[in-house]
């Protein structure tokens, strides 16, 4: 609908990708994404700290998959270096790690791959909104906007909507629409939600200055009042 595409192109510019697509769910993004861009004779190497709908999704490709210790990039580029035979390499991680509170290096990450031919591909489920200058998440905060990286987040966090999200290069996109199972199979968001979640990027847009110093203003309180119980 026109609706939607005017949503994708505008949390595409918001967040730093060429163009996305939107699903009911970030879940469903992530449970979905690897059977439709893996083949068998490919590898998915992923921080094990990864969300479980990363990790079910890369068990649902067939494909060869390894994990590496968490931000961990010698144990990465070790891997990396041992998986040349493969006709494609996919490197997962999660932007924020909600569990622990860590941030992924993904400067770093993407220098990687750029080095040993492989795609990044992050979820930015627990940053969007939240981490960078202006709140557009880990692309922004790490430098990457104009990177060749896939890219997942959850609509239902800090843009408190429903729905999930990936973008990357049009081209990436453009196949995705067209061998997505899990959005060619889907209902559509609700113009609502849709009208909802344009509205949170618009107020973050404004006003992520004074929201983000309330947010640290909090998190310093939680931090201390945790530390003296």
């Known amino acids: 609908s026109e609706i939607a595409s005017k949503l994708e192109k505008k949390i595409a510019k918001f ?6 697509i939107i699903l009911p769910s970030c879940y469903q993004a992530n449970n979905g994404l690897f059977q439709a861009i893996a083949e068998k004779n490919d590898i998915i190497i992923f921080d094990h700290y990864v969300h479980s709908s990363l990790l079910q ?11 590496f210790l968490h931000n961990d ?5 070790t891997i990396l270096s041992k998986s040349k035979k493969y006709e494609k390499i996919w490197v997962v991680t999660e932007s924020v790690f909600s569990t622990e509170g860590t941030i992924a290096p993904l400067k770093s990450m993407v220098e990687l ?14 940053g969007i909104g939240v981490i960078g200058e202006k709140a557009r ?17 959850s ?48 107020i973050i847009e404004e006003d992520f200055g004074r929201i983000n110093d309330k947010i640290w203003k909090y998190k310093k309180t939680i931090g201390e009042a945790l530390i003296n119980a």
């Open 15 to 20: 967040v730093g990708v060429e163009d996305c």
């Open 155 to 202: 609509l239902g966090k800090a843009i408190s909507n429903l729905g999930g999200v990936v973008g990357g290069k049009k081209e990436t996109i453009d196949f995705l629409r067209y061998y997505f199972p899990h959005l060619i199979y889907s209902t559509a968001l609700p113009p609502m939600i849709m009208f909802g979640i344009n509205k949170v990027i618009e």
């Open 73 to 77: 990039m010698e144990h990465l580029e």
């Open 113 to 126: 791959c750029k080095k040993y031919n492989a795609q990044m591909i992050v979820d930015d489920s627990h």
């Open 137 to 153: 998440g880990i692309l922004e905060h790490s430098g990457v906007m104009e990177e060749n990286v896939i890219y997942t987040a």
């Open 57 to 67: 999704g890369i068990q649902s490709a067939n494909c060869k998959n390894r994990a």
